[in-house]
């Protein structure tokens, strides 16, 4: 029972840590949904976000990119903040 309860606080602290983590490694800006909407598909290449690229230009040939866009921004930079973020815990778990 004691030890069911220490790693029921162990993960919690591990969670707790990955959304620190996640803020950290969060690079978006006030303005990402702005660039997002300025250059479309050329701005998630840039920054590495092919499949969104990819979607968004698809998109722009029946207009809908251009809406959908600037709405992708913030998601995908909080989903790669979290695997990030989820690495480094990873890593640290196997290097101790």
Known sequence: MENETGMKDDIATKLAQAENMKRQYDKSTKASWF?????????????????????????NFIIIGFIVSPFLAYPAWRSRAEKKALLALQTAALIR
């Open 35 to 59: 660039w997002a909407f300025l250059f479309g598909p050329i701005y998630y290449a840039v920054h590495g976000f092919w499949g969104r690229a990819v979607i968004v230009l698809l998109l």
